[in-house]
Each structure stands twice: as C-alpha cells, then as structure tokens.
C-alpha cells in the first residue's frame, strides 16, 4: 500500500483526491492537510507520497516542506515559473527526493497534446481552439499554449515555414491570438467545463484531435498514476507525458 498525504484536501480537487486514493486498491490516505496545518515529518504520518492542490500562492513552499519531511510530491496546483520550478529542482536533487508537477492531469488533454505534436508535421495549417466554462479568469489555457508550443516546434523541426493565411486586416482579432505562430482561440461557454480542439489541415483533408473534461473525476486516473510513478525517481518531472511510457 502506498502511503499518500494530501494537501489542500478540503479543496475542491483535494476532497476528489483523497476520494480516489482511498477507492484505490493499492493505496491508502494518511494525511489530510489543508490551509494553517504545518507540514512537517510529524504531520505527514508516514507519507510515502504527498498531492498537493492547493493554492498558487502556497503550493512552491507546500513542496519544500513536503521534501524536508522526506516525502515524494505530485504538485497539480497551478502558478508555477520558470525559476520556482528550478529552486524545487535544486532542493528535491539534493534531498533524493522525487517531485512532479503536471499542469494537466486529464489523460484525454495530455493525450491530445501528443497526438498533436506527433501529426504537426504532416500538416501544412494547425489551429487550435480551446473552450471552457465562463469562470475561466485568463486565456488561453496554459493546456492551449502548451499544445501549440508543442506543434509549434514539432513543425520547426520538420522544416515548416509560416502556414498558409492571406488576412490582411482583422480589426477585432478574429484570427485569434498566436503561439509560436499557430492561432489559439478561446471559447467562454456555459455549460462547458474543459474542451480543446485541435485543427490540422492539408489540401483535400483535415484531421481534428478533441478532448473533452467533463467532471473533476477526469483528473483522478493521471494523479493515481502519477503516484505510483513518482516513487524511485529523483529531482522535478514537469508533466505527466513523462511517466506515461508515451
Ligand atoms: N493539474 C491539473 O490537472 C488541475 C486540475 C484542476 C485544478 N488544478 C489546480 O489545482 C488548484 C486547486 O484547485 P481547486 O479547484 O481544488 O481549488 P480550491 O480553492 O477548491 O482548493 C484549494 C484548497 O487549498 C487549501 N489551502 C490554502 N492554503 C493552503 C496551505 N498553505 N496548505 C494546504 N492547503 C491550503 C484551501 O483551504 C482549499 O481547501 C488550482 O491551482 C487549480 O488551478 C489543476
């Protein structure tokens, strides 16, 4: 049984978490940890592994604590940087410990992504449309950013050059914003929760890659995995891409 604490377990995804760690047949949940509990080797009870969902203002200290107290941590809490993902980088190498923070736990979105990367070359167009529900603060998604990134240099190293688009005027950017040159567009819909489209074009034929995440539940299985991966490594995984053997 692996040994998991949770932090930012009254959360909206923490409660989800510590639901499915505990359906888990190989796992087991030993602490729950929320806002103004302290994280130190006594509170942990024994963790093997820690999930943190908590806050962007909290969760890069949450993981420092977490290393200190010598537990391996799946960060899914969103707001990290370039030079936070290096400081924990440095602090988990040096400790032996193993952290890994996916922006997207939802298979079908990381799957997407792949499967985008993997098709940009074979296609001279790509744009990609992402569609949430209206509480959505900022846009695009860092889950459409990281897809066009991804075809973005898919299609560098596959010697593409600008894809084909004769606008000449677009007063109210229509055309939608760009990503390493690949439009992203963003949809504020009720009634959705998180949706991404993904358009690749050639003449004569187009190829459409959807995800589409309907409940919180969709996030469970890449953080169950992501659990049992976690375990044996060393220093920071960005992504969950990179513990599914893809
Ligand atoms: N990676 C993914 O796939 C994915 C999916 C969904 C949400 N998220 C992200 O997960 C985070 C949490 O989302 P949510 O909807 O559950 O938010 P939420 O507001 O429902 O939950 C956050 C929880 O963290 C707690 N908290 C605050 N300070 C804390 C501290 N110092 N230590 C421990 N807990 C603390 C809060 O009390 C609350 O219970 C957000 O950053 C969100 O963007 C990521």
Redesign the pocket.
């Given at each position: 049984m692996i040994r998991v604490a949770v932090?930012?377990?009254?959360?909206?995804?923490?409660?989800?978490v510590v639901q499915a760690v505990t359906d888990a047949p190989d796992m087991e949940v030993v602490a729950l940890?929320?806002?103004?509990?302290a994280?130190t080797a006594q509170s942990v009870n024994g963790a093997q592994v820690a999930v943190?969902?908590?806050?962007?203002?909290?969760?890069e200290?949450?993981v420092h604590a977490l290393i200190d107290a010598g537990v391996d941590v799946v960060?899914?809490?969103?707001?990290w940087t370039e030079e936070s993902y290096a400081r924990v980088s440095e602090h988990a190498c040096r400790a032996g410990q193993a952290v890994l923070i996916?922006?997207?736990?939802?298979m079908g979105?990381v799957l997407a992504m792949k499967f985008a990367a993997m098709a940009a070359p074979y296609f001279e167009s790509a744009e990609v449309i992402e569609m949430h529900h209206p509480g959505k603060v900022d846009a695009p998604s860092g889950t459409a950013v990281a897809t066009a990134r991804g075809m973005a240099q898919a299609r560098r190293a596959a010697g593409w050059g600008d894809m084909p688009d004769a606008t000449q005027t677009d007063e109210l950017g229509a055309r939608g914003g760009r990503v390493d040159g690949i439009p992203v567009h963003a949809v504020r819909l009720r009634g959705l929760t998180a949706s991404e489209e993904i358009l690749l074009g050639n003449e004569g034929e187009q190829l459409v890659i959807r995800t589409d995440s309907f409940d919180?539940a969709s996030?469970m299985p890449?953080?169950l995995l992501g659990v049992r991966r976690v375990i044996g490594r060393t220093g920071l995984t960005i992504g969950l891409d990179e513990v599914m053997d893809l």
């Open positions: 932090t930012g377990a009254k959360g909206r995804m923490g409660s989800t940890l929320d806002a103004g509990d994280i943190d969902f908590s806050v962007p203002t909290v969760t200290s949450n960060v899914g809490t969103t707001g996916a922006p997207n736990f939802a979105a919180r996030f890449g953080v």
